[in-house]
């Protein structure tokens, strides 16, 4: 994932209360989150939403491992592992 988008700063970011993003990083401006989830259905969290507030992220994306992309929550999306080599620029030009 970072080979993709060469961050100068990834951060792992979390609070005291339990909220957390596996990695944050600025892409041209913009806001990215990553989560990791190793559960073939993935669900929004609180954590997530707390997160994408707290943080103002333009996306946070959820990478797990199965095999299609779908929208979670207003500015989340699980995305399959398999395609974390194929999603710099073009994937993040899509999600608002």
Known sequence: MLQAF???????????GGAEV???FL????????EVKFTE???TTASMRTAAKELKLDHLWVVYPGAHEFPM??????LPM???GQMAPPVLKMKG
């Open 82 to 84: 398999g395609r974390l």
């Open 22 to 24: 596996d990695l944050l």
């Open 27 to 34: 892409h041209r401006g913009r806001r990215v989150g990553f």
């Open 6 to 16: 060469e961050p100068s700063q990834p951060y792992f970011w979390s609070t005291q």
């Open 41 to 43: 259905a993935p669900k």
């Open 73 to 78: 929550d207003q500015g989340i999306t699980a």
